[in-house]
């Protein structure tokens, strides 16, 4: 077993989604991942949309998914949203396509900073139509992914917030073991077999 740092462990899993039809993006902060998320809303709805969302619209659309727990969150995901042009027309609009998944727009991005109680840095996110749907924390070959596992509970203790609420499943790995868990309102309890 060769010695493989976090960094290329990293490198190594985006280079392979990027091979999957995965679109890099960087996201810098929350702000920028906001940013992204209404480009990527308005471009997966654009056949309902017609024109661009004005502020007001966007504000709406927005309004919608905040302030919700994960499991609201996941709902939110499914269904479809009303929502009232400036012009007082209603468009039915999707933050998500389970019938065919195609048809979503998928992107990574790495490094996150979020800043919460703490401020915290997340290896990589995949978005699916601009929303954080999947976090994977690294650890480098031989490191135990229990860590791993820590540092998400303490991210969701101190920095899960916003547009994270949207985050389905973890996943952790060291290139040699990888674990994946789904997001919960709950404590997370993991069994020893982890």
Known sequence: ???QSEAQLESQLIEHLST???SRVTIADE???EDNFKVQFEAFNRQKLL???SGKEWERVFNHLKGKS???SAKTLRDKFVLERDDGTKVYLRFFNEEDP???IFQ???QTTIVGKYKNRYDVTI???GLPLVQIELKRRGIDIREAVNQIMRYKKHSYGGLFHYVQIFVVSNGMDTKYFANSDKPLLYSLAF
């Open 1 to 3: 077993m060769a010695y």
């Open 20 to 22: 999957q039809g995965y």
């Open 31 to 33: 702000q920028t991942l």
């Open 51 to 53: 024109k661009p969302l």
């Open 70 to 72: 994960i499991f609201q």
């Open 102 to 104: 195609t048809k979503n």
């Open 108 to 110: 990574v991005t790495h």
């Open 127 to 129: 978005l699916v139509n």
